[in-house]
Structure formats: C-alpha cells, structure tokens
C-alpha cells in the first residue's frame, strides 16, 4: 500500500540555499552602501565649509578682519562626522579645516582632512588615519 502524504514547508537544503543567496547579496551591497554614505557625508562636511566661509567673509564685510572671527556656533548635522576648526586666522586670511571623526574617519581614509581657504581654494590634508589616498579634485568632486 502506497500512502500519498503532502509535504508542506521547506527542506533544511532549501533553507540554506536562500541563506547563502541572501548573504551574497548582502557582501555585494554593504560596500557599495557605505561607499554611499561617506561621499554623503563628506558632501555635507563640504557644505558646511562654505557655510563657514560665509560667515568668516560675513564677518570681514562687517570688520574689515578675519582674525576675531569665531565658529564656535556650528549647528550643523555635519558635526556628527566632522571637527571643524579654522586652521589658520590673519586679517586678510583663512583656512578651514573639516577633520573626520568616528565612522567617517574609519571610512574615509581616502580623503581624511577637507580644507578651504579665503580664496575659495579646495584641499585635502592628512587626517587621523595619515596623508590621503586619493587628489584633493577626486574629493571635492560633488561640490
């Protein structure tokens, strides 16, 4: 006698397959979203540089200096991901510097430090993981 029984759910085998599917997928996608997620974040430390470069020339306009000048009134969502500082502060010049800290210093090793002077002139120094991987022009690239 032949019993015909109904299977009903998944084999162990098949659960398995769908896992190592689901984790392949996963390695694939997790680099190209952090990738995603420094550049983001890398943009608004930009912005925020220019913002600060406003206010400092703000600042000149109502002086006539740059050297009194202060950034302690950052409230800015890039702070999560950057220390901001100005470098270098003479009458006539400036230099802003955005330092990556946490994550964004972890992930960011081909930049690390963004800098923007009184000219408008767009660098990149070494930061808290050592000198930069990559030009200044492929980091300031989506500003």
Known sequence: MHLNLMKNGFTLIEIMIT????????SMAYPSYITYITHIRRHAGQIELFNLANKLEEHYMR?????????????????????F??????????LLQATPKNFQAINDINCQSLTLNHQGKKNI????????????EQCWDIV
């Open 125 to 136: 120094t070494n930061g808290p993981y050592g000198s930069p991987r990559w030009l200044a």
């Open 19 to 26: 896992l190592v599917i689901i984790g392949l997928l996963a």
């Open 63 to 83: 002086k006539r200096t740059y050297k009194t000048a202060d950034i302690n009134l950052i409230q800015s969502i890039a702070t999560q991901w950057y220390t």
């Open 85 to 94: 500082n100005i470098v270098q502060q003479t009458t006539t010049t400036y």
